[in-house]
């Protein structure tokens, strides 16, 4: 007799279950965008001090445009809607091409595509919609890339962002070599500014590094990109909460996981039902306040990250917190003053090695002259968590292993009072004229700051993506099952991203002819 249920039927349930708790949450949690931006031109309208007749016709005006950008909210975008130029960059994702829209009336963009079948297969649900609400968290931000829209297909997630022409920060520092103390400071202020922002949107990077990940714009300013990896804490962010939706729908219904091959012989798909722990939800709490509550206490324990950035408490596995980040901006300091890392090494193993001994291989050469500030500024960075510049706030966490925050957002005030900034105008340093501008660009459309590998590979570039699919054994033994995962993976291709869908009010889209079609 055919089971009532298969396992694609509990997928869809699952992907419907968190759908809904996640729109809800988001919803309950906080005012409506709409809402905000009404309350937005209310103060501004305000603070203009508009006679009556005036304010009426800036209303006016609002409504208009807020009608418009609803309009154009309600548009589908597709990936065909852009004309693929060039391809810029490539990772485990996927990759970011140069588009521009097929309209051609307005500017080009980096559109990351990350292809939904490898991401699912390696778990990264969680993490890719953490990366995706980060950059909608950083709306209007002066030091996040810009995202001008997101959208997906069946087969891939897109992250239509502003193009930064100016290539990554490693390419500036292949090309300059080490760079002297006072240019060194006008980066590593961007940077502590760009971390900041970060953390003021309650994440941590876990990745910070100059390659990929500060961008360079047309005017030589530094932007933060690539939040892959970023951790927020949140329950909607945590690759344990999809695991508990899916399996503990499978427990529930007890409908058979076979799992592969290998899985069959070792009897890991009873052992995977079993072990899965399905939380009680308290009698009388309502599921979002309680997920609220508990799932506030998961804390940042994962080793990611790239080792030479990576902070010892992050390679100890210990809970840790933010700090790690001012870490990796120390470590970048003593790269951009002497052109490599202290914990450079032949293999990944050799650098978490060095970093766990980190005292022994921070060697600063007398021969590089550093001021005392400078030398100041890194060992304050390049240190235990305890100690490191920025710990006041976070003393508490230092306490016991049990974290009371994993981000204060004032923790940068004390980097930024360090002498070593002494003369940074904080304020207007976004307006300051960079040491360096991209110069000699013949286009909106150039990639002379990009590898030349990447720039003149063939548009498609995907032509291993059906055979990438196939290599990853998935982590979730549910796409795993020889009988159902393929349908199971399509299912949670059409239903996991659901709600994904961003499109940047203001005119920022539309100045760019983004929906000018
Ligand atoms: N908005 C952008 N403008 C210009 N280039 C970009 C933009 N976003 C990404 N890139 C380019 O694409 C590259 C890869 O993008 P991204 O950093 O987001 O991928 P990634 O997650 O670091 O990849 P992986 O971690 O798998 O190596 C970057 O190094 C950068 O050169």
Request: hydrophobic content about 40%; aromatic content about 10%.
């Amino acid at each position: 007799m055919e089971p009532l249920l298969s396992l694609r039927d509990l997928e869809i349930a699952s992907n419907a279950k968190i759908y809904l708790e996640t729109y809800f949450n988001k919803m309950l949690a906080s005012p409506s965008p709409r809402s905000l931006r009404r309350r937005a031109a209310e103060r501004l309208i305000k603070e203009l001090g508009l006679g009556s007749t005036e304010a009426a016709r800036c209303w006016d005006d609002w409504r208009a445009k807020e009608t418009e950008y609803l309009r154009r909210c309600r548009t589908r975008l597709q990936i065909r809607d852009f004309n693929v130029l060039k391809i810029i960059g490539k990772g485990s994702f996927g990759c970011v091409k140069l588009a521009r829209m097929e309209n051609r009336k307005g500017g080009v963009f980096a559109v990351k595509i990350i292809q939904k079948g490898v991401q699912l297969k390696n778990g990264q649900e969680a993490h890719l919609r953490a990366e995706r609400d980060l950059l909608v968290a950083g709306e209007g931000s002066r030091w996040i890339v810009p995202l001008i829209a997101s959208f997906q297909d069946d087969e891939n997630l897109y992250l239509a962002m502003e193009y930064m022409i100016g290539g990554d920060f490693l390419g500036f520092l292949i090309e300059k070599g080490v760079l002297s103390e006072e240019i060194a400071r006008f980066y590593v202020a961007e940077m502590v500014l760009c971390i900041e922002e970060v953390h003021k949107l309650s994440f941590i990077h876990r990745d910070v590094k100059p390659e990929d990940n500060f961008c360079i714009t047309a005017s030589g300013h530094l932007k933060i990109c690539d939040f892959g990896l970023a951790f927020s804490g949140h329950w909607a962010h945590d690759s344990a909460y999809f695991e508990e939706q899916r399996w503990g729908l499978v427990k529930k219904t007890q409908v058979s996981v076979g799992g592969d091959t290998i899985d069959k012989r070792t009897g890991n798909a009873l052992a995977g039902v079993l072990s899965t722990k399905v939380s009680t939800i308290p009698h009388g709490e309502r599921v979002l306040s309680w997920r609220n509550k508990s799932g506030r206490r998961r804390m940042a324990r994962s080793v990611v990250g790239t080792y030479q950035y990576m902070a010892p408490e992050v390679v100890r596995e210990q809970a840790y917190d933010a700090r790690c980040d001012w870490w990796s901006l120390g470590v970048i300091t003593y790269e951009i003053l002497f052109g490599y890392t202290p914990f450079d090494a032949e293999s990944r193993e050799e650098s978490r090695i060095k970093v766990l001994n980190w005292s022994e291989h921070l060697a600063l050469d007398p021969t590089a002259h550093l001021s005392q500030q400078m030398e100041s500024l890194i060992r304050s960075l390049i240190c235990e968590k305890e100690a490191r510049l920025g710990s006041t706030a976070y003393r508490v966490n230092d306490a016991s292993d049990h974290l009371s925050n994993y981000v204060y957002s004032n923790g940068a005030e004390e980097i930024r009072a360090h002498p070593f900034f002494a003369t940074v105008n904080w304020r207007t340093l976004h307006m300051q004229i960079p040491p360096f501008v991209p110069n000699g660009l013949l286009d909106d459309t150039d990639t002379k700051y990009f590898t030349e590998s990447f720039s003149s590979r063939n548009v498609s570039g995907e032509s291993s993506v059906e055979s990438e699919v196939l290599q990853v054994r998935a982590k979730d033994m549910l796409l795993r099952d020889k009988e159902y995962g393929e349908e199971i993976l399509e299912a949670r291709k059409k239903g996991a991203f659901l709600g994904y869908t961003y499109v940047r009010p203001g005119d920022a889209g539309a100045a760019k002819g983004l929906f000018a079609h």
